[in-house]
């Protein structure tokens, strides 16, 4: 099984590698031309292309028009955590809305982070994160996580997680502890697919916090006979 440490350069590699074409696909093309190419192993899928979009490939669709309607979708909200890499003076974490159950077998989770993002690199780095689900009470934490540069983690209290050591911030619903399982592209996003190793949830937790059309919120249940 693949150490923390070989995760990590795994990922790091693939980073500095995207968009550029694997030597398999190379040498498949090649052999493609030559007539020598070999039969696929039965039941394989095909191998998919990891690369960068290109300019001419974006699709004709206005950016804040884009922003707007898929601002119709209300989500929860969590804040991404891992632990101080070798080398570094604190933890990292970001705040995210793009996070979604992925497998119950083997057990997966998937979120999406930007290209730019400044905490995605040392999260790699780390190998390991926790998803933190956040609490309608905890706006403020959000906000203070969706801000880049800044000390997210100054006055915030968290313990290490139990399998991981990547912080667990007080007072949140739920938890899940996780190894990165694998990343893949998005367009100028990352999709990243966390192995969990732990969860669990808050006793007497409180409603989540909700992201719908900009703007955080709380739940309101429908009532039974609606």
């Not at 804040?64 to 003076?89: C, I, K, M, N």
Request: hydrophobic share 40%; proline share 8%.
């Amino acid at each position: 099984m693949m150490g923390h440490a070989g995760m990590a350069a795994t990922a790091v590699r693939y980073l500095r590698a995207a968009g550029a074409p694997s030597p398999r696909a190379t040498r498949g093309s090649r052999e493609t031309r030559r007539g020598t190419e070999r039969a696929a192993e039965p039941g394989a899928l095909p191998r998919p292309e990891l690369r960068a979009v290109r300019e001419d490939e974006r699709a004709p669709v206005d950016p804040a028009h884009f922003r707007r309607v898929l601002g119709g979708f209300a989500s929860g909200v969590t804040v991404v955590t891992a632990p101080a890499a070798e080398g570094e003076q604190s933890p990292a974490g970001f705040a995210c809305q793009s996070f979604a159950s992925l497998s119950l077998e083997p057990p997966l989770i998937s979120f999406m982070v930007g290209r730019a993002s400044t905490s995605w690199p040392r999260i790699a780095r780390a190998s390991v994160f926790c998803v933190n689900v956040l609490t309608a009470s905890q706006g403020e934490l959000c906000r203070a996580f969706a801000v880049s540069g800044a000390d997210k983690f100054a006055g915030v209290s968290y313990s290490p997680a139990p399998v991981t050591g990547s912080p667990l911030l007080e007072g949140v619903a739920a938890w899940i502890d996780c190894e990165i399982h694998a990343v893949h592209t998005g367009g100028d996003h990352l999709i990243v697919v966390g192995r969990v190793r732990a969860l669990d949830t808050a006793e007497n937790a409180q409603e989540p916090l909700i992201f719908h059309r900009g703007q955080l919120g709380t739940f309101a249940p429908l009532d039974a006979g609606s």
